[in-house]
């Protein structure tokens, strides 16, 4: 079932160097498409550089790139007990935030991921993508979204599903070389 926080996993079968091996966090969903964030794909941008009043608050210390949509643009993604007029809810405790307010002015905020860009689709797009066997949909853990190791994030998170989902966790990432 699709909808906000859930993960979008890579398949296989996935070649675009956009995706292939992504993890990428669900952020909205619904009848006009849906957005989400590539949870495993740091760059070499310290993201205080840019955002310097946020630098008490990064979980992570670099840009992460967030997909192939509108790249210049910092996308937050916060972590906390947020009022949510002060931000776009995810979940519960975790939402979009709005970069050019003041840490100050968002109460209950604990934690902040930057990222240039973010990855979309249209309406019907990622449905069809999914019945084309191209991603798994599982649920999240805080540890995917503000844990600090995103390069074996993919592996980790095949890992800890149940069934025939796991197996595909050691998937060799060249298949030609197996």
Known sequence: MLKAGRLLVATPTIVDPNFARTVVLL????DEGAVGLVLNRPSDVAAADHLPEWTHLLSEPFVGFGGPVDTEAAVGLGRG???SKLWTP???DMGLVDLSLSPTQIQ???AVRV???YSGWGPGQLEVEIAEAGWFVVESDE???F?????GLWSRVLRRQRGEIALFADFPADPSMN
């Open 108 to 110: 209950g905020i604990e």
């Open 81 to 83: 007990a947020v009022p």
């Open 90 to 92: 995810i979940s519960s």
């Open 27 to 30: 952020c909205k969903y619904g």
């Open 143 to 145: 540890r995917d979204v």
């Open 147 to 151: 844990g600090s190791e995103a390069p």
């Open 115 to 117: 990222f240039a860009g």
